[in-house]
Nanobody, 126 residues
């Protein structure tokens, strides 16, 4: 079993920054690809960013490229999402997810991720 706990969400003005954290349980966190997804009211869950088990490969949705950065600290079993230049359209519940199958590349769809956090709300005011 893997438990994921997100933190760091909140209310911020447009142009501001937030850093989300996701703390994971499990002795083999090093082997997990990790992803961030988000879901706005009335919309489907969408991919935001993903990082490979080593941290050497990262993927981003086009809508956040150049503004968001995903990173991980395997010693702390934690993955981060640094969000800069936030826009009102970034408002959503943000979820972190773990894919516990060792793969060469992290997924950019929800399907390979088999553990999910409870989500943290990010609200960007205009």
């Amino acid at each position: 079993q893997v438990q994921l706990v997100e933190s760091g969400g909140g209310l911020v003005q447009a142009g501001g920054s937030l850093r989300l954290s996701c703390a994971a349980s499990g002795r083999t966190f090093l082997n997990y690809a990790m992803g961030w997804f988000r879901q706005a009211p009335g919309k489907e869950r969408e991919f935001v960013a993903a990082i490979s088990w080593s941290g050497g490969t990262t993927y981003y949705a086009d809508s956040v490229k150049g503004r968001f950065a995903i990173s991980r600290d395997n010693a702390k079993n934690t993955v981060y999402l640094q969000m800069n230049a936030l826009k009102p359209e970034d408002t959503a519940v943000y979820y972190c997810a773990a894919d516990t199958t060792l793969r060469s590349r992290p997924g950019v769809e929800p399907t390979p991720y088999n553990y999910w956090g409870q989500g943290t709300q990010v609200t960007v005011s205009s």
